[in-house]
């Protein structure tokens, strides 16, 4: 990484660093870049994490978040934490309490058991979904008063506010739009609907603007808010203001397919969609439930909670301050990032 952002980063040469949801997509591109940086860092785990992909350098600590059992040991001795565990797709508001906002209260708890309080940097990657909508660029500043609109949203805003309340000004939040690029299953979907020559873009007769990043971009953006400097809430972005036909057709050019066409959906229809594929699944998890005493892994893609962020106006969010302040630069343009992500996905076999 070259340029300003370079010159920014902080120096975390020596530092131990704790890291929830490193083994996610995200984690794929954080790790390396932390390690890079000269961090002694720690992933933590739960049994049944797979963690074959990680970084040899990585160490490993096994804690449950919804019970907090080995939590408190795995906290203690580290100099910066970066909460990115998450449930990002649930059939219910009841999946996203449980796994978002009532995990961060079990964080709290165990870093109440933790000598001296625990770290003194946390970073908390939340969500542009906790900050709201908007259609008109450049977007919700990183002042904007919170109104979610989706089950997900509000579980992101909670579990800012509960660590919040109990970490001050050791907390830094970020807030990105919709992250993509190798590794990433959200928005795999897309990408094999795009393959075939075919998208979808909420709503008929308008456009639906969106902020993306790069997962590139939202590692750079995660390090420069481990520094002393970083401050508060920041939304992060890669500088452009796309539609999602566009950003669909440029998917479509990395995967070879120049004439992609795109669908703008009806609401209604998406509704009805969204409303099947949740009631299918509620009754597929109750029958698993009752017959093998497990419920399905994960709620499908798309959804009723998805669907309501879905029709709103537009999701675009403004990365001004991050870049002002902490020397945020993204590197990673649409193009380059998209191509990424489809090469990652063929080399694991997706696509």
């Excluded at 990183?142 to 970490?167: M, N, T």
């Excluded at 990032?337 to 489809?342: C, I, L, N, T």
Aim: proline share 5%; aromatic share 6%.
């Amino acid at each position: 990484m070259s340029g300003s952002a370079g010159r920014a980063f902080p120096r975390l040469s020596g530092k131990r660093v704790l890291v929830t949801g490193g083994t996610g997509f995200v984690g794929r591109h954080l790790l390396p870049r932390l390690l890079e940086s000269g961090a002694r860092v720690t992933c933590l785990t739960r049994a049944t994490s797979r963690t074959r992909h990680l970084p040899e350098d990585v160490a490993v600590a096994r804690a449950d978040l919804s019970t907090g059992q080995g939590l408190a040991e795995a906290l203690a001795g580290q100099d910066v934490v970066i909460h990115m565990a998450a449930w990002l797709f649930g059939l219910g508001w009841q999946d996203y309490l449980r796994a978002n906002a009532l995990a961060a209260r079990v964080i709290v708890n165990a870093l109440g058991r933790v000598e001296g309080g625990g770290p003194a940097r946390f970073v908390l990657v939340s969500s542009l979904a906790a900050s709201g909508p908007s259609a008109r660029p450049p977007g919700v500043a990183d002042d904007v008063l919170p109104a979610p609109v989706s089950a997900y949203g509000w579980s992101k805003l909670l579990v800012e506010q509960i660590l919040g309340r109990a970490l001050g000004e050791r907390l830094v939040t970020l807030r990105p739009p919709v992250i993509y690029g190798s590794g990433d299953r959200g928005l795999l979907p897309v990408f094999k609907g795009a393959a075939r020559g075919l998208a979808v873009s909420p709503g008929a007769f308008r456009e639906f603007p969106v902020s993306a990043v790069h997962a590139r971009d939202m590692a750079q953006a995660v390090l420069l808010c481990c520094g002393e400097a970083a401050r508060g809430v920041y939304h992060v972005n890669d500088g452009g203001v796309y539609h999602m036909s566009g950003f669909c057709r440029v998917m479509g050019e990395a995967l070879g397919r120049r004439h992609l066409r795109v669908l703008h959906l009806p609401l209604p229809l998406m509704a009805a969609t969204a409303a099947l594929s949740s009631c299918g699944s509620m009754l597929w998890a109750r029958l698993a439930q009752a017959f093998t005493g497990r419920a399905p892994a994960r709620a499908p893609n798309w959804n009723l909670d998805k669907y309501r962020e879905a029709r709103q106006a537009g999701w675009l969010c403004d990365a001004s301050r991050i870049r002002r302040e902490l020397g945020y630069e993204p590197r990673i343009s649409l193009a380059e990032g998209m191509a990424e992500a489809v090469e990652g996905y063929r080399r694991e076999g997706w696509l």
